[in-house]
């Protein structure tokens, strides 16, 4: 299901308790007192301002990170695995390309490197295929 359809009337009973059973009610009310980023309108019920929801979206990244290294350092506490952070925040290898896959790009790609634009027969892997890590 989508954001959107999830946000219909239809779905609202079904937000509520998923906001009502997923967040202690303790917890809610320490994160309005210490945090102030959201609005209480009702016992289960709250507002995030544009202003707040533009700074997650913008810091997304660093809030994950952040939140994945406590998690992991609460995990290593229960876990007899060492290192948890440190496999959270391992990096992927890219897979070389063989040189006939990287023909086929270069002649897809008009001999056109997508990311500088450049003409050529032969580019390095990430002017072929973008890698998000």
């Known amino acids: 299901m989508t954001k959107k359809e999830y946000s219909k009337d239809k779905h609202k009973d079904a ?6 059973d997923g967040i202690n009610t303790t917890v809610f009310k320490l994160l309005l007192k210490d ?4 609005t209480r309108t009702k016992l289960y019920t709250f507002i995030i301002s ?5 700074y997650l979206k913008e810091h997304k990244n660093q809030l994950t990170k952040a939140l994945n290294h ?4 609460f995990l290593g506490r229960f876990n007899n695995s060492p290192d948890i952070p440190g496999k959270l925040e391992e990096k992927q290898k890219r897979p070389a390309l063989n ?3 990287s023909l086929e790009n270069v002649r897809i790609a ?3 490197c997508f990311y500088c634009n450049e003409n050529a027969t032969k580019f390095a892997q990430d002017h072929l295929i973008p890698w998000n890590n």
């Open 110 to 112: 008009k001999n056109r």
């Open 99 to 101: 040189k006939i896959d």
């Open 70 to 73: 406590e998690l992991s350092l």
């Open 35 to 38: 945090c102030n980023i959201y």
């Open 15 to 20: 937000r509520t308790r998923l906001v009502k």
């Open 50 to 54: 544009k202003e707040n929801v533009k």
